[in-house]
């Protein structure tokens, strides 16, 4: 995509550097837009363990030209598989084949590395240290130095508990979903699940309490071990082994592995916006549409969502930069929405005594129109998603 009028000689000032404020703060550069992104830890830092980027979130990927660098190494699994709480298999999705959805998992600290490096060398200043406590509809910014500013754009990237996002009374709702997950990182090792299963991507249930067990390299191991939040030793960190132990007997090596091994645990969440924008303000990422993982999209969706926005303001065409706000989320919020409902939902089978989920979900798996409703953004082709001339490939 050429630098347009629309876009030259704009200037955005990008709160947050997670993976949405990273991809809005990188298109936006490479359209041509003068980008500052401020971050407010002393460097931009991964958070968590491993991650699933979904085929939306691949394709943003390319487009930013940052594909390669965030999928080397990668794990490609050929299948993702819920196990019930007697290790039977009760849902398959093959993935990664021609035809077939396309997802792979990767260590979250290499993705936003891959990130950075764009933003960079598109010619974003990353401002490490600075922390933004007013973004104001228009466009003026003040950062807890006092240092003031005043942008073309402001894109709020700052996560679930943003303040600048409140201060602008864009909430709508905002709900704990009542569980949660420890996530951390073990060596990869033979043994924690069969030989032909190792490298899966798979979900085992038991009670209320779910293990996910996930291969982001060769050589490591994320793990998911998913709790409701009252659940004293399924949320405690470190990890209560021989509770987990007795729930999924099958898995102890797996579960010994995690002893002593530094995890985080947190709270999911679910929000809505009255808007995604106010003035010349736009909200994106996890505090705008923050989901529970188990469809595996906030990545995605913040990636896509990111996307759209720098496309929808860089395009030639008639409209300032509130209409054009208007217009990106009138496209891009039915998706986001859609899968954050889907996510919402998939909670519930927690709440499922064993027999009955394992018949449910075996039900699920034939469905094709559970399968397809739930997969909508996994198999979208993001706004903007062409390559930029001049990005890398």
């Known amino acids: 995509m050429a630098i347009t009028p629309s876009a030259a000689g704009r200037r955005a000032e990008i709160v947050g550097g997670g993976i949405s404020g990273l991809t809005a703060a990188t298109a936006l550069a490479q359209r041509g837009w003068s980008v500052r992104l401020h971050e407010r830890n002393e460097r931009i830092r991964a958070f ?19 594909y390669e660098q965030a999928v080397a190494g990668a794990h490609v699994g050929p299948v993702l598989e819920t196990r019930d709480h007697r290790d039977r298999p009760v849902e398959r999705l093959p993935i990664n084949d021609p035809g077939r959805p396309e997802v792979l998992t990767v260590l979250r600290e290499r993705l936003i590395g891959a990130l950075v490096d764009g933003a960079v060398e598109a010619g974003v200043e990353i401002a490490a240290g600075s922390e933004v406590v007013v973004a104001d509809p228009d466009g003026t910014i003040r950062t807890a130095s006092g240092e003031e500013a005043r942008a073309d754009l402001v894109v709020v990237a700052d996560g679930v508990n943003s303040r600048l996002r409140d201060r602008l009374g864009l909430l709508s709702s905002r709900a704990r979903v009542g569980q949660g997950a420890t996530r951390l990182t073990v060596p990869r090792a033979e043994g924690y699940v069969a030989a032909g299963d190792a490298d899966k991507y798979l979900e085992f249930f038991a009670g209320r309490r779910r293990v996910l067990y996930t291969p982001s390299s060769a050589d490591e191991l994320y793990v998911a071990l998913v709790a409701d939040e009252d659940d004293a030793a399924g949320r405690r960190v470190p990890v209560d082994v021989d509770a987990w132990v007795r729930s999924f ?25 009255r808007a995604w924008s106010r003035g010349r303000v736009a909200v994106t990422g996890d505090a705008a549409h923050a989901q529970p993982p188990y469809l595996g999209q906030g990545g995605a969706c913040a990636m896509m969502g990111a996307l759209g926005l720098a496309d929808a303001l860089s395009r030639e065409g008639a409209g300032g930069i509130e209409e054009r706000l208007a217009a990106w989320e009138e496209r891009e919020r039915p998706l986001i929405e859609h899968t954050q409902q889907w996510s919402y939902r998939l909670r519930l089978l927690n709440r499922v005594p064993d027999a009955p989920r394992s018949s449910l979900l075996s039900l699920a798996g034939r ?27």
């Open 249 to 273: 007997p099958h898995l102890e090596r797996l579960l010994r592995a995690c002893a002593g091994v530094d995890g985080r645990w947190d709270a999911f969440e679910f929000l809505t916006l």
């Open 48 to 66: 968590g363990a491993g991650i699933y980027v979904w085929g939306n979130g691949l394709r943003a990927l390319r487009a930013l030209g940052r």
């Open 367 to 393: 469905c094709r129109t559970f399968g397809t409703s739930r997969l909508r953004a996994a198999m979208a082709v993001p706004t903007g998603a062409e390559p930029v001339a001049g990005s890398a490939a």
